[in-house]
């Protein structure tokens, strides 16, 4: 199972963007979006089970940031609105084995195949 990024780049404060997710192998499966800023651990952003369309975000971007399927084209989206400075990150897709909120805490399981080379995106003040 294959999931590939694209569609970082150069925003300012207050703008968007899109990110996509090429995800290819199975049929049923779950896609999450992690990041990685300079100097910090990666982290979970959200996750979507294509199955029944379940979706789940971290606090930090609940109400910005909104991730779809379409699996017609086998691609998740993340369209990311607002952006701040913190949103500064590395993007990756991958296919967590799960996701599930615990409390108020997305959590994800084991990732299934490799990670990519993720896409940047870098927002201004």
């Known amino acids: 199972v294959q999931a590939e990024e694209s569609g970082g780049g150069l925003v300012q404060a207050g703008g968007s963007l899109r990110l996509s997710c090429a995800a290819s192998g199975s049929d049923d499966y779950v896609i999450g979006w992690f990041r990685q800023a300079p100097g910090k651990e990666r982290e979970g952003v959200s996750c979507i089970r294509r199955s029944d369309g379940s979706t789940y975000y971290a606090d930090s971007v609940k109400g910005r940031f909104t991730i779809s399927r379409d699996n017609a084209k086998n691609t998740v989206y993340l369209q990311m609105n607002s952006l701040k400075p913190e949103d500064t990150a590395v993007y990756y897709c991958?296919?967590?084995?799960?996701?599930?909120?615990?409390?108020?805490?997305?959590?994800?399981?084991?990732?299934?195949?490799?990670w990519g080379q993720g896409t940047q995106v870098t927002v201004s003040s």
């Open positions: 991958a296919r967590p084995g799960f996701c599930a909120v615990t409390g108020t805490t997305v959590v994800y399981g084991p990732i299934m195949g490799s």
